[in-house]
């Protein structure tokens, strides 16, 4: 019995219909052969020849590829596309009535039922999403008690100016952070069986370290750990530690905590005031300060992944790992080319 394709040229694969056109226009057009004699020994109509042919004529060998049949238009439109593409990056469900702030396929193709009365399902709208150059990933949280005014002023005005006093007074720049980091930081993941998470000995023992430290643009990192709370008389103690042994002033760039601002924290930079400086970075932006990426290091690459036995073991692991940190110079500046960061970077000199 024959194959269906021989009983049905419909059914001939396209790329074996490619051929035979070819070849049939080739036979006709370079090497002299009748029409009907090439229908005849290929089994074709000569209308299809004469209609290969005239293809032939008006583009040429391309013109007789096999081309699909256009599908049905799409429901989604580009300019629907070009609504969703900013709808998605410039807002949030909450802004359209939804009791959510992330978005999901589903949530959109409500949205755009109720905004175009255009029905389409969940994974539709996941492929223009996609042709569109998104993707669905774990979002960045910002706090939203910051002023964006106070963000910009400080990136376009107030850090300008305070790289040029330091240029002025031949000082140097610096980030200072605190973090407390107890026998309990787990960070991480590991293998296992699905559905049975790994269990893995850890000690439970309360109880850490607060740490203090400052880092600069060129890479130097100088800290201090303590078992004690940071108030300002241990804060002082540490300005005391960074301007003791310096060459040149210090402007020291750190957050709002209240100790910061305490009134002997103030007296002690005016008793300094040729040697140190203190300005303050914008409330609620922790992603400004380079030196929180010190943190991120310590805690969540190092400690929050080591077997640590106990207050005193975690004492050794922190000094260990800072020393370890501080002698890794292009590690410390790679922490000023973050997005959020890099701007320490800009107009220096």
Request: positive net charge; contains cysteine.
């Amino acid at each position: 019995m024959k194959d269906d394709w021989l009983l049905d040229g419909r059914k001939i694969p396209d790329e074996v219909m490619n051929y035979f056109r070819k070849r049939a226009v080739q036979a006709i057009r370079e090497n002299g052969q009748s029409p009907e004699v090439v229908a005849n020994v290929l089994g074709f109509d000569r209308s299809c020849i004469y209609e290969w042919l005239k293809h032939y004529d008006q583009g040429g060998y391309k013109a007789l590829e096999s081309r699909q049949p256009p599908g049905a238009e799409p429901v989604i439109t580009p300019a629907m596309d070009r609504w969703l593409e900013r709808t998605v990056l410039n807002s949030t469900p909450v802004e359209h009535g939804y009791d959510t702030v992330l978005w999901n396929r589903d949530l959109l193709a409500d949205l755009i039922k109720n905004q175009f009365e255009v029905t389409v399902s969940g994974p539709t709208v996941s492929l223009h999403l996609k042709a569109l150059g998104l993707s669905y990933q774990k979002p960045c949280y910002r706090d939203g008690a910051r002023d964006e005014q106070e963000v910009e002023f400080f990136l376009n005005q107030k850090f300008p100016m305070i790289q040029r006093l330091a240029k002025k007074m031949g000082a140097d720049i610096g980030f200072e952070d605190e973090a407390g980091v107890g026998v309990m930081t787990r960070s991480g993941r590991t293998w296992g069986e699905v559905g049975r998470p790994p269990e893995i000995p850890v000690s439970m023992e309360r109880g850490g370290y607060n740490l203090l430290s400052m880092i600069t643009p060129e890479g130097a990192l100088h800290y201090t750990v303590t078992g004690a709370k940071v108030n300002s008389e241990q804060y002082n103690q540490f300005l005391f530690e960074l301007i003791d042994s310096r060459q040149r002033p210090l402007i020291l760039l750190t957050d709002h905590a209240s100790f910061h601002k305490s009134q002997a924290v103030r007296e002690f930079v005016r008793a300094h005031r040729t040697q140190l400086r203190i300005f303050f970075l914008p409330k609620h932006c922790p992603e400004l300060n380079p030196d929180e990426q010190v943190w991120n290091e310590i805690k969540h690459n190092k400690i929050g992944k080591q077997p640590v036995k106990g207050k005193r073991d975690l004492g050794k692991r922190l000094f260990s790992e800072l020393k370890s940190l501080q002698r890794c110079t292009k590690r410390i500046q790679s922490f000023f080319e973050l997005p959020n960061t890099k701007y320490v970077l800009a107009n220096v000199g």
